[in-house]
C-alpha cells in the first residue's frame, strides 16, 4: 500500500487509522517520535529510577502496536497517558512498593480499578465511577464481613494479623472472607461490574 505523503502533517487519529489499515510502520514510527517524550515524563511521575521510567516507557510504546491493533483508539495521547500510568502502578506492585501509594483505602480502590482500566483502555466507565461501584458495595456488606474484607484485601493483612486486630477466630476471619466475596460477586452482578470483582479478589 502507498505511504501516505506529508506524514507529519496527520493527526494522530490519522496515523492511528492509516497504521491499522495498511500495517506500514513508518505511520506508528511517526506517533513513537509524537509521544514518546511525554510518556517517559508519565513514568517519571510514579517511578524512582529514569532508566526504569524509560524500560517501562519503551515496553508500553512497543505493546502499542500490537494493542493499535485490537482496540478501537480514539485519542492516541489519552490512550497511551493510560497504559503508561497503569504499567507504573503494576510494575511497582509487583516490586511490592505499592503501599507507598496506598495511604488510604480510597487509594487501594483506585488501584484495583486502574488495573481494570489498563486492561481495557477504552472502557466508557470513568475510574471514579468504577471506585465507587466497589466501594458502595463494600459498604453494603454486614459489619463483619466488611471489616474483613477491608483489613485482608484493601490493607493486605493475614488472617492471623486479622484474628488479633478484631478478636475473631481464624475460622471466623475465613468465613467472613468467602462470604463477603460471594455477596460482593451478588452485589456487583445487580450493577453490571463483576469485572471488577475478578481483579479484586485475583489482584492479590
Known amino acids: 500500500m502507498k505511504i501516505i505523503a506529508g506524514i507529519k502533517e496527520l493527526d494522530d487519529a490519522a496515523l492511528v487509522l492509516h497504521y491499522k489499515q495498511s500495517r506500514q510502520s513508518i505511520y506508528y514510527e511517526e506517533l513513537f517520535k509524537r509521544h514518546v517524550r511525554f510518556v517517559i515524563a508519565v513514568c517519571m511521575k510514579y517511578m524512582n529510577s529514569i532508566d526504569q521510567a524509560e524500560d517501562i516507557s519503551m515496553e508500553v510504546m512497543e505493546k502499542a502496536i500490537t494493542d493499535l491493533e485490537r482496540f478501537d483508539i480514539l485519542n492516541f495521547k489519552s490512550w497511551i497517558y493510560t497504559a503508561a500510568r497503569n504499567a507504573c502502578l503494576m510494575k511497582l506492585r509487583s516490586d511490592k512498593k505499592m503501599k507507598e501509594y496506598s495511604i488510604d483505602t480510597g487509594k487501594n480502590l483506585l ?85 471488577i470483582l475478578m481483579l479484586f479478589i485475583t489482584s492479590y
Open 111 to 195: 488501584q484495583i480499578v486502574e488495573k481494570q482500566n489498563f486492561m481495557h483502555p477504552d472502557n466508557s466507565n470513568s475510574i471514579e465511577q468504577e471506585t465507587g461501584y466497589l466501594s458502595q458495595a463494600i459498604e453494603q456488606l454486614d459489619e463483619g464481613q466488611k471489616k474483613c474484607i477491608e483489613l485482608f484485601y484493601l490493607q493486605e493483612k493475614s488472617y492471623k494479623e486479622i484474628a488479633d486486630e478484631t478478636g475473631l477466630t481464624m475460622n471466623e476471619v475465613k468465613s467472613f472472607i468467602q462470604n463477603g466475596k460471594r455477596n460482593l460477586k451478588n452485589l456487583l452482578i445487580k450493577t453490571g461490574q463483576f469485572g
